[in-house]
């Protein structure tokens, strides 16, 4: 009885998020897709995306194709040239497809040039912490301790999600840490999460109060119709740590990690070392299922700087670009901690 009330459920919440009026076919689907994208996406003005010109090249490409394989490929090739990850697509009940926008060629290549085992076994004194996030796969992801030989600080954060909480030793972490001379925060190949968290976590680094960034969803056909900006700010809070700070990132640092670097790189105590961020920052907050099985969601926020720049299109910018070489890397060296811990000697 429980599972068939499940199913119930689960149809009931399966055919509301269909679009009554979708026709199932291929061309309806694709028009769909550029429709809503082009009512409601955040981020075309920042991307500087001609999205018209972009449906006169896929559209009679989509009018042709044969079957799903190929009406699937021509909207993710289109989806692709936006470059933000939040805009992505599945075929769970088909295929098994997944997609992510930008995902497939550069950030796969960042993913490499990092590897927190080498951080472990080649740089950590030994009486760091581990933290596993997930007690089957047995593998340790949030890391704090000092660098051997040096009085120098390191953390590693994974991501900012809720469920594995680690962020909730983020005070005990600073406690333990506050004598050293500085600090290294690394969130390389950092996959997001939420920014309740994120923040949570950034407040203890800060030292000044200012106002950072604003929020902004849209609410018209237009794509520059937004609603009134939600302002947010740089707020010290618990325990703090403001001596001298370099945080690593590089282009696998994603949504909620990028959200984190910008509080991390409005406070002067900081210095930014890597390479440029992925550049998905707005939160996802459209979501459908289509009726080919396909679940298509993209965000519909505008992250903006005081100034009325974005970093959306862009990521967070280092202050000092550099970036490992997978080499390098393969045989456990790490130049960009090394180069960290220089700029703090």
Not at 18 to 27: G, L, P
Not at 58 to 66: C, D, F, G, I, R
Not at 298 to 307: A, E, I, R, S, V
Request: overall charge negative.
């Amino acid at each position: 009885m429980k599972n068939t009330l499940l199913l119930l459920v689960c149809l009931l919440v399966f055919s509301s998020c269909i679009k009554d009026e979708i026709e199932n076919n291929h061309e309806a689907i694709f028009n769909f897709i550029w429709t809503e994208m082009d009512e409601r996406y955040g981020g075309f003005i920042p991307r500087n995306i001609n999205w018209d010109s972009l449906y006169t090249v896929y559209h009679p490409q989509a009018q042709n194709v044969e079957d799903e394989s190929q009406l699937w490929d021509v909207c993710t090739r289109m989806l692709d040239v936006l470059d933000d990850q939040h805009v992505s697509m599945s075929d769970n009940i088909i295929g098994g497809k997944g997609f992510a926008s930008g995902k497939i060629n550069d950030e796969l290549v960042a993913e490499k040039e990092f590897r927190l085992k080498n951080i472990i076994n080649n740089y950590l004194q030994d009486d760091y912490v581990g933290i596993m996030l997930d007690e089957e796969d047995e593998e340790i992801q949030y890391v704090y301790g000092t660098i051997e030989g040096e009085n120098i600080g390191y953390i590693y954060m994974p991501n900012f999600g809720e469920s594995n909480d680690w962020y909730k030793e983020i005070d005990t972490t600073i406690e333990q840490l506050k004598d050293t001379d500085g600090l290294i925060v690394d969130v390389r190949n950092n996959g997001g999460g939420l920014p309740v968290v994120n923040r949570y976590v950034a407040g203890r680094f800060m030292e000044t109060e200012k106002y950072i960034f604003s929020v902004q969803t849209r609410n018209g056909p237009e794509h520059d119709d937004f609603e009134e900006p939600i302002k947010y700010y740089s707020t010290p809070e618990g325990e703090t740590y403001t001596k001298p700070i370099i945080a690593l990132i590089n282009h696998s640092t994603v949504s909620a990690g990028e959200e984190f670097m910008i509080f991390m790189q409005s406070q002067d105590h900081v210095t930014v070392l890597g390479s440029p961020t992925s550049n998905a920052f707005s939160a996802t907050s459209f979501e459908k299922f289509l009726p080919n099985g396909w679940y298509f969601k993209f965000p519909t926020q505008l992250y903006l700087y005081p100034d009325g720049t974005s970093p959306e299109g862009v990521g967070i910018i280092p202050d000092i670009y550099q970036v490992n070489d997978t080499f390098e890397v393969n045989l456990g060296i790490d130049r960009l901690l090394e180069s960290a811990v220089e700029l703090l000697n």
